[in-house]
């Protein structure tokens, strides 16, 4: 059984972290989901952190939304591979009421690996 816990240091906490990964990272889009990654060498694992805003809705709907993300991340930890900030905003089109696992899985799971090779090829680019 993997320990499937989510401690601090695996965590975006600070506001220059959230700034450095929206102004330097690479963008992702899914149908619902903006995901910013930003490769940090400082780092053994990865880091996540969540935006959501007030147009999301009341703050019911926004800890209902981060709830589920979060689980995602928990989840699907062992699939990223390299040592990345990665910030996910929802996007104002999305349905609170219909996000689930399942439908988070479906979209940010792919995306997650696109992200990973569009990064991991511009690390072998740079060396």
Do not use: Y
């Amino acid at each position: 059984m993997r320990h499937l816990s989510w401690p601090r240091q695996r965590r975006l906490l600070r506001r220059p972290d959230f700034v450095r990964c929206f102004d330097r990272g690479f963008k992702h889009f899914t149908r619902n989901f903006i995901l910013f990654a930003l490769l940090r060498s400082d780092r053994p694992s990865f880091r996540m952190g969540l935006t959501v805003s007030r147009k999301s809705g009341p703050a019911v709907t926004r800890n209902r939304i981060k709830r589920v993300l979060r689980e995602f991340f928990r989840l699907h930890q062992h699939a990223i591979e390299l040592p990345l900030d990665i910030v996910v905003v929802p996007k104002r089109n999305l349905d609170p009421e219909s996000l689930n696992l399942a439908l988070a899985t479906e979209e940010l799971l792919p995306a997650l690996g696109t992200l990973q090779r569009k990064i991991g090829s511009e690390l072998t680019e740079r060396t």
